[in-house]
């Protein structure tokens, strides 16, 4: 059975960092990547990464967030760096099986970034 749990969130001043971590278990993954969603908004991918290291990040998210990932744990990270309230949503971790047949979200983590 694959669990995700993440964790991390919280609030922050604008200009602060956070760090994101998603636990993975129950199966071998493909993509693993965060995704965001602000109160009346669709959900939005925010980066991906690929079993190999391969990245993709939302233009939101270019140069102020990167998205490291651990194989060998299971684990997918999202430091965030100079936060801006237009970031202030709920984070979610996705996974995809290594096929990219199943994918999978995680329970959501808020980030608030306010003064």
């Known amino acids: 059975q694959v669990q995700l749990v993440e964790s991390g969130g919280g609030l922050v001043q604008p200009g602060g960092s956070l760090r994101l971590s998603c636990a993975a278990s129950?199966?071998?993954?493909?993509?693993m990547g965060w995704y965001r969603q602000a109160p009346g908004k669709q959900r939005e991918l925010v980066a991906a990464?690929?079993?190999?290291?391969?990245?993709n990040y939302a233009d939101s998210a270019k140069g102020r967030f990167t998205i490291p990932r651990d194989n060998a744990k299971n684990m997918v990270y999202l430091q965030m760096n100079s936060l801006k309230p237009e970031d202030t949503a709920v984070y979610y971790c996705n996974v995809a099986s290594l096929l990219g047949t199943r994918e999978y979200w995680g329970q959501g983590t808020q980030v608030t970034v306010s003064s």
């Open positions: 990464i690929t079993r190999s290291g391969s990245t």
């Open positions: 129950g199966s071998i993954f493909g993509i």
